[in-house]
């Protein structure tokens, strides 16, 4: 994959522009098709995530990649499509189950902020989104350096798709439920401990356990 | 593995709590790409040379989970590596190319000012 220069992006340099297109677009179409399903939808979608991209990318943040970026984008614009086309911003699906795919999950409301929430709050909470995600990928790391595989499956699929631990012990031929409850609180644990390490002074996990407990 | 200072219990957790922050771990999780393999990767696995444990958890988060992005590394994989595969790109890679060059100069000639 190519290497592309911020500082070129932000001066608004055709050339670089051009490479980043040439390199990302099929895949921002491919990801807008995916849920749009119509094909000249998804070439306006994907046309609007890169005047988007060019739009905002003075405010480029360091701590996502460019791939992020995009995707970031194209994805706030299928929700928002997906809001013009449904009044109801949050689906009320009956059947939890069928939203058990990050499609089923990407076409319900955007979590992303209103407008009158403070700038002070909504950095904070950045930030905590920030430290959340690289202890999760350091913790995916390890899963997978060590081979953990099943376990993988079953995190993505408690976390990742909100998937209850009964279904989750149905799917994935484990024991009973508690055992995937004892899964899901040893992984709570372990990234835990990863943000310990990281900053130990953290308080990302602040309230989960009872007043008291040791 | 555990954090050698405590010795948490699963009875100590708040479950609403654990309900409420396990909801913020999905969101970072999906939005973050946080298990999204890397692109050498999901060649890999369309090339069918990774590791049997490999294969499945792939398979597992391409096609169970539907990861939209990992999808569409693929699609774009599996189209560089078909004949006429930008055909029916050409036209709009064409239209996406002159409405950027346009947004670009359009706000190269505001910011100058």
Known sequence: MSDFSIANLQALDESEWARLEEEYSPRIFFYVKKQVQDHQTAEDLTQEAFLGAVRGIANFDEQYTLEQYLFGIARNRVVDHFRKKRPIPISQNDDPSSSRSYIGLERMASDRRTPDESAVAFESVQNKSAALAAILKEYVAELWMAGEFEKLKILEFLFALGGRNKEAAERFDVRDEKAIAGIKFRAIERLRALARQRDPQHDLFEGLWSPGAR | ?113
């Open chain 2, 1 to 113: 593995m555990t954090d050698d200072h405590d010795e948490l219990k699963p009875e100590d957790m708040v479950p609403e709590r654990v309900e409420r922050f396990a909801m913020t771990v999905g969101s970072v999780w999906r939005e973050a790409r946080v298990s999204c393999p890397h692109a050498d990767i999901l060649l890999a696995f369309q090339q069918d040379s990774l590791d049997a444990g490999q294969m499945a958890y792939v398979r597992f988060h391409v096609e169970d989970a539907a990861c939209p992005y990992c999808q569409a590394v693929l699609e774009d994989l599996g189209r560089e590596r078909a004949p006429d595969a930008d055909a029916p790109l050409e036209n709009f890679r064409e239209r996406l190319r002159s409405s950027t060059i346009h947004v670009l100069r359009e706000k190269r000639g505001r910011d100058s000012k």
